[in-house]
């Protein structure tokens, strides 16, 4: 059996991801640290998923390394974490060339590891340049010419959004994930937008979101 990678955050969109596709593949987490704010909570989240599903095809987390902060600066929002507004529009937490980083080097990773699929938890209506199908079809041609390699890269909910994970994987143990920016220890900081969509993707599936979030509440 072939084994295939998934870029994983720890968040919902790609455990869904990473837990629906090793029903039928060998499959690859792989997670980048750049030194973002809220990583050690993330990778911590992935883990604790992986073990809850506990899949034999899930092989161990490969863990790659950038300094982001020599890209972004070491005052950048996410390299402090001071987060923009519970109710900020997504394009204020955009982290420009994120995935270009995140793909490049998973790319590296997997060229010299024999894997040709990378996969990605990008939904529908991600309003990013770097999530489009133009983007990741075009970026799979330049991995073939820059690495001699056939490395294909593939967003497989791209028409999906994320009420509508929620309700299809419903099974699995979503509250292991953590998706924010803030979070205090393992809990949620219920302060930041991520916090938001996901409360608000929970509510709008009509299932009970068993995260556990900071007690401030937000309008």
Known sequence: MNEIAVLTSGGLDSAILLAD????????????????????????SLQNFIDAINNP?????????????????????????????????????????????????????????????????????????DATDQFLNDYSKILKYGLHKDISVQAPYKQKNKVELIREFKHLPLDKTMTCMQPVGMIHCNACNKCKERRDAFE?????????YNHKENS
């Open 204 to 212: 709008q599936a009509g299932i009970q979101d068993k995260t556990k």
């Open 21 to 44: 596709l090793a029903g039928s593949n060998k499959t690859r987490p792989i997670y980048v640290r750049s030194g973002l704010r809220w990583e050690n909570e993330e990778i911590n």
């Open 57 to 129: 095809l899930i092989s161990e987390i490969v863990t790659l390394s950038i300094d982001g902060s020599s890209l972004y600066g070491k005052n950048h929002w996410s390299m402090q974490g001071r987060v923009p507004a519970y109710d900020a529009p997504d394009e204020h937490v955009y982290i420009p060339g994120r995935n270009f980083i995140l793909i490049g080097l998973a790319a590296i990773w997997c060229s010299a590891h024999n894997i040709s699929s990378i996969f990605l938890g990008s939904l529908k209506g991600n309003p990013f340049a």
